[in-house]
C-alpha cells in the first residue's frame, strides 16, 4: 500500500499485518528484516511451546522427534528451542497431532521478537 507505520511494542508480539520489523535493544538495531521468524534472524534458536492438557511428556517426545531437543515443563507444556529456519513451526505441531496428542496451542513463548532481545 506504499505507507510506513511505526508502532513501539512492548510485548514482542508483532501483528501479522506487519511486513517488515526492526526490533531495538539499548537503543541499537538488534535485528531488522521482514516480519518472519525463519528468515529474520537465522541460526537464531528460539523456544516454542505447546500445550497440551495432561501430555506433556508425550509432547516432549514429538518435538524431539523434529527438533531433537523437548522438554515437559510441567503436566500440560512442552518445549523446545528451535532454529525455525531448520525446524519450522508447523512441522512441529503436526508432529506432536499426528502421534495422537490433542494440541490446546501452540507458539513462541514468549513472541519470538521478545525473545531477540535476550
Known sequence: MGRTVLAAIDDGDVPSCFTHVAVLAAG???AAGGA???TLAPGRRFTFRVTSRG???DAADALRSVAGSGRA???DHAEARIDPAVAPPDRLVEAVVAAGIPVDAAGFHPAWTAQLLD
Open 55 to 57: 501430555r506433556a511428556d
Open 73 to 75: 515443563v510441567d503436566l
Open 28 to 30: 541499537r538495531i538488534a
Open 36 to 38: 518472519d521468524v525463519r
